[in-house]
């Protein structure tokens, strides 16, 4: 079966330096994968998809995400954070035209 | 455009109550989904739908319902509810393909007493 794991419970990174959030994947034929973003008190909004082709993938509010078979990872990455990305994020994959999430990462960024 | 909207956005209940959560979407997608958020688990898919007067079982369906007489609509009965369904809980529709991604609403936070 298709499964996600978020390593990190938490992530805590200054301001204006770079982010990662890591995500590794098991799955059984090609992976599709998805990084989600959730802010307080708000339903999960959509930030990028790997579906095939180049390995990194550009999303929303300035997140890319570096898919890597070998290592079957997908971990998402700020060039440069910002206070405002402070938020809880999941991974997800594909299951049969289904998601299956990672458990999160909260993300806090401090001035 | 609403997109998807949840309603009611909090709900508090005794234990043995039914509840309904109601789902709506302003667009047309054929798949609709019902998740339900708890710490440490991430997000687990409770039922889902993949056109009207079709839908199958999800990872944690035990002590739900669920119909979907219109495209649109798409609510979760819980029957008779416990203190374990004490959660949030989130709608989300999608063309349901593999690639395809899915689009979440605002949530219902549900408290069971």
């Known amino acids: 079966a298709q499964s996600v794991a978020q390593p990190e419970d938490q992530v805590n990174v200054a301001e204006g330096n770079p982010l990662t959030v890591k995500c590794t994947y098991s799955?059984?034929?090609?992976?599709?994968l998805f990084w989600y973003v959730q802010y307080p008190n708000r339903g999960l909004q959509f930030l990028l998809k790997?579906?095939?082709?180049?390995?990194l993938v550009k999303g929303s509010y300035g997140f890319e995400a570096e898919f890597n078979k070998s290592q079957t990872s997908f971990h998402l990455k700020k060039p440069s954070a910002l206070v405002s990305d402070s938020a809880l994020y999941f991974c997800?994959?594909?299951?049969?035209?289904?998601?299956?999430f990672g458990a999160g990462t909260i993300l806090r960024v401090k001035s | 455009d609403a997109g998807i909207t949840q309603s009611p956005r909090y709900k508090i209940t005794e234990t043995g109550r039914q509840v309904t959560l109601m789902c709506h979407q302003t667009?047309?997608?054929?798949?609709m989904f019902w998740y339900r958020q708890d710490l440490g688990h991430g997000l687990r898919l409770i039922y889902y739908?993949?056109?009207?007067?079709?839908?199958d079982k999800g990872e944690v369906p035990d002590g739900y319902v669920v119909s979907r007489s219109k495209t649109e609509n798409f609510p979760l009965t819980l029957e008779s509810a416990t203190r374990s369904q004490t959660s949030v809980y989130f709608c989300a529709a999608g063309s349901g393909g593999k690639t395809d991604t899915q689009y979440f609403g605002p949530g219902t936070r549900l408290t069971v007493l």
């Open positions: 799955v059984s034929g090609n992976p599709y």
């Open positions: 667009w047309s997608h054929s798949y």
């Open positions: 790997y579906i095939t082709g180049d390995n």
């Open positions: 997800a994959v594909t299951y049969s035209n289904k998601l299956v």
């Open positions: 739908s993949a056109a009207a007067d079709i839908t």
